[in-house]
């Protein structure tokens, strides 16, 4: 069983930057691929960006690219998530997901374990 336990969010102009941090519990953290999706209200969750175990690729939603970075840190078993340049559009509460033995994972069904979601608003 694994748990993730997200922070980091609140509120922000737009133009400003957060940082999303996941910290996870159970063994072999390096083993599992990572990801951060967001829901706005009314909509359906989305996918943000994906990493590898080994944290050595990424992958991120078109939308996303170049303002948003995911990272991590096995030794710390931490995944985060460094927003960049927000726009209101971005406002959603933002959930990490863990799934074992994954390498870039994009669906939000294929991921096994889930955190219960950091508020993120962005101001205009």
């Known amino acids: 069983q694994v748990q993730l336990v997200e922070s980091g969010g609140g509120l922000v102009q737009a133009g400003g930057s957060l940082r999303l941090s996941c910290a996870t519990s159970?063994?072999?953290?390096?083993?599992?691929?990572m990801g951060w999706f967001r829901q706005a209200p009314g909509k359906e969750r989305e996918f943000v960006a994906t990493?590898?175990?080994?944290?050595?690729?990424?992958y991120y939603a078109d939308s996303m690219k170049g303002r948003f970075t995911i990272s991590r840190d096995n030794a710390k078993n931490t995944v985060y998530l460094q927003m960049n340049s927000l726009k209101p559009e971005d406002t959603a509460v933002y959930y990490c997901?863990?799934?074992?033995?994954?390498?870039?994972?994009?669906?939000?069904?294929?991921?096994?374990?889930w955190g219960q979601g950091t508020q993120v608003t962005v101001s205009s």
């Open positions: 990493i590898r175990g080994s944290g050595g690729n990424t």
């Open positions: 159970g063994r072999a953290f390096s083993n599992y691929a």
């Open positions: 997901a863990a799934k074992s033995g994954g390498y870039l994972v994009i669906r939000t069904s294929d991921y096994e374990y």
